[in-house]
């Protein structure tokens, strides 16, 4: 292989060598296999360079094709003195092309021709110890600095595009496994049917009911409050220290650990105020586990009410919490349902929280009719999805294979892959009706 | 930006005139509710500390030998000679969430510089979404993941016996923690003013250029916080490292060990515990514990982000 270096400046030189006094067998055009003549050497370089396109192309900017020509045996030298140049440049080609700087070959190929007629009709004579150089005429095309800053920035980004493409494909490798696995029981009886048969057969509709009443009762508690924090927050706090305690308030309350909320919830709900272990105690916890939800995105929804709505009403005589009413809140609404369903979807999934404060085991509740609807008192517990998968992943013992074969029963993993896929599709469809929203209103957005 | 929006600084007060008394009285009444509500927050941060502190007080102050508590690994509640040691519990939540991190933290910032930086739009908002959908899944859903999916797979690719362990639970708490990281980290490369942007640009810097020498020093603390709140997560998470971990009790020497976490002995033991205890109220002591990690956490990442803004602002 002939000589491949990469100076400094990033550009590609390519050395091939010609000896002066040739002998013995064709060289490679390498230091140590010297061509014999420019004209091999040409034919070296034809190959090597050669492609169905302009090869022009792989000369990229200041890269350089010299033909050195050198001693032959222990005395060569690779450094040589340059004594002719020629140009290639594509854009400045005519029909004239001699190869000088002002009228250079259009390509590769042409170059290596004109290389060659000169050298046939013994225009070109190098001694040993110079150089031929071929190179792109340089006007507008990038510098080798420019080609490795952009190969540089074109590596950062496939890099961090596979980086995010990382986190993408685990979600949908996810949810099509969960949803393959649980194929053989997605059917609407799933859904409606309790379960049964020490939880080996039957579906979902108790902890379903279960969780609607919880993410019913704890919406109920939080949203008023939530939002009126929100509206306190954006329209009444003044920049001081309280309200940077109040701040840093809501920021901690999203950050405390489910599991302390849950000791919360048992300390204050279950045993303080002697809600016993209940739907209430379950929905008050949960409720001030996601009021934080609620704050945070109706703060941002009434910030995005532009300044002079207010002012313009203001100056209309209004007070304060008649602009609230009549202008704010009206322009925010779907911005504040946003947080609601948010919440909605936190307090679906949530388990922890109600692990202690009153998701049950097993009950059995009516499936036909208004009762199926109102099965829970707020007195008792109620089953939950998110318990019920938790239940189903370490309590619930498979069904023997008689039963299955017998149909009394389903294999364990159906159900527990049926339940998480049930649970999952819940919780991503209200956030799809989330993201839904906020791009609708994106796009109507009137200011 | 084109428009001004509502900020809660430096706004007139609006004149009351010609509102009826009863008006007004309502006006207050209503007035005084949203008050209440927004003092809320606080109330709920000290009630929770409040009735959490008040489960553990007793043993807190009275039988728990604290330098055995935080030195000890032996945890052994329900013997004749209880014995608490958190020590192992303690291990098990620093190895899962430092693997995790060391999984989300490059992953994550990876993904904000992507989603902020070198992308298009449509891209972008399609990006956003799906990470929003790994943050909706619900934490039970991800530790059935660990038992079903990743247990398996751990197996099969390293040849542990069991497959519910360290590196389960970190892999599961990245996934878990990597949407705060990129949605905060995200918000803060977005904070750096465009100038500083475009500045480069007219020096000749590359896209990747300004990432590295101008987004990254200025947006420092903002993608720190977006680190520490990914650690917070981390070690908050509960249902999903019960599933993921294996629960043993002891000090991890590699990945493939199995640990448990403060939080998930919690969630396993609390239902046990007869209610009033010693066992009972150790597990709200951890609760303590956890509390007072999180707050701290959570305090100094809403102090630096307070940083950059108070400095904007400047």
Known sequence: ???????????????????????????????EHPSRSIRDAIEGIRARHAGDSPSVRRLNGY?????????????????????????????????????????????????LEGVAKMDAEGAISLAAGEHLSLSVREVFSATPVDRRKRRHERIAQIALGLVTLSLVVPLVAILSHLIYKAWPVLTPSFLFENPRNQMTAGGVWAPLIGTFYL??????????????????????????????????????????????????????FVMFANMGESVLAASCTLAIMT????????REALASVPMNFREACWNMGASRWQTIRTIVLPNSISGILTGVILQVSRAAGETAPILFTGAALYMTIPTKGLRSFFPYSLQDGCMALSYHLHVMMTQV??????????????????????????????????????IGLRMYLRSRKKW | MATITGNLNERPTPARRGTSSLQRLGELAIESLIRLCGYSAILFVFGIFFFVFREGAPMLFGGLDLLKFFTSTDWNPVSKT?????LGLLAGTASVTVLSMALAVPLGLGAAVFVSEFCSPKIKEALKIAIEMLAAIPSIVWGFIAYMMLNPLIIWATGAPVGLNVL??????????????????????KAVPDSYREAALALGASRWEIVYRVLFPAAKNGLLAAVLLGIGRAIGETMAVLMATGNANQIPTSPLDRVQTLTATIAAELGEAVQGDDHYRVLFVIGILLFVIAFVVNLSADLIVRGIRGKQNA
């Open chain 1, 291 to 298: 009021l934080p939800v609620i704050i945070t995105s109706t």
């Open chain 1, 397 to 434: 013992k498979g069904a023997s294979p008689e039963a299955i074969e017998a149909g009394k029963s389903l294999p364990l993993e159906h159900l527990q892959y049926g339940t998480a896929v049930v649970l999952i599709g819940l919780v991503l469809t209200v956030n799809s009706f989330s």
């Open chain 2, 168 to 189: 389960n639970a970190s892999i599961i708490l990245a996934l878990m923690s990597v949407p705060v990281i990129v949605s905060v980290g995200e918000d803060a490369l």
């Open chain 2, 82 to 86: 209880p014995s608490y040691g958190i």
């Open chain 1, 1 to 31: 292989m002939p000589d491949k270096n990469l100076p400094e400046n990033g550009s590609t030189h390519f050395r091939y060598f010609v000896a002066a006094k040739p002998n013995g067998s064709p060289g490679d055009g390498t230091l």
């Open chain 1, 215 to 268: 993410v019913f009762i704890s919406l109920i508690i939080a949203s008023p409050i939530g939002v009126l924090a929100g509206v306190y927050l954006n329209e009444y706090a003044r920049d001081n220290w309280f309200t940077r305690v109040v701040n840093l308030a809501v920021v901690n309350l999203a950050g405390v650990p489910s599991i302390v909320h849950a000791l919360f919830g048992v300390g204050a």
């Open chain 1, 63 to 111: 890269d350089r094709i010299d033909i050195c020509s050198v001693l032959k045996g222990p005395a060569a030298k690779a450094e040589t003195k340059q004594r002719y140049e020629f140009f290639v440049d594509p854009l400045g080609a005519t029909d004239l092309a001699i190869g000088s700087a002002q009228l250079p070959w259009p390509d590769l190929e042409s170059a």
